[in-house]
């Protein structure tokens, strides 16, 4: 039973890599530099940390993004 845990725990895992694999290209950064990704990813945790508004900001652009996946 527990290999069965463990391959679900892993189907999930790379399922959710893959999601943010496809985050990273819908964005129109598929041709960046990993490490420029990276430090921009590292400098958003950061700022989300003290800055609410930054999140509020940032979620409502991913939103509307993602509501004009059908165009």
């Not at 527990?2 to 399922?15: E, I, Q, V």
């Not at 530099?33 to 999140?55: F, N, T, Y």
């Amino acid at each position: 039973m527990s290999k069965s845990l463990t391959s679900d725990a892993r189907k999930r895992d790379t399922r959710d890599k893959i999601e943010l694999g496809g985050l990273i290209v819908k964005a129109g950064l598929r041709f960046e530099k990993r490490a420029l990704l990276l430090g921009a990813l590292i400098d958003l945790q950061q700022r989300l940390k003290s800055d609410d508004s930054e999140r509020t900001r940032l979620t409502a652009i991913g939103t509307k993004a993602f509501g004009n996946e059908g165009e």
